[in-house]
């Protein structure tokens, strides 16, 4: 199933599979591109939540929050990352 990335002026929606995560905009602290799929989060205790399929030469989008970190792991890395930055 392909994963689904929405964003608009309250939010970020991510739908994969059975999950729809939803993240509000104004939470949101830091957007970064990461190409190393086997890094480690940094043990801040914070919530992680890894999204999408982590195989072959997948890249990764990290959205930070103040108490979570979202990992979407894709191959359409410059596509998720340009909507969710635009």
Known sequence: MAMTVK???EEIRIQ???ADIKIP????K???EDQDIHAVPEDDG???SRIG???GKTNRVIIDTD???Y???TFNDKKVYNELTK
């Open 7 to 9: 964003t608009n002026n």
């Open 16 to 18: 994969w599979r059975l």
């Open 25 to 28: 905009t104004a939470d949101i």
């Open 30 to 32: 830091n957007i970064r």
């Open 46 to 48: 914070r919530e992680v």
């Open 53 to 55: 399929s982590t195989f």
């Open 67 to 69: 108490d979570h970190e």
């Open 71 to 73: 990992i979407i792991f």
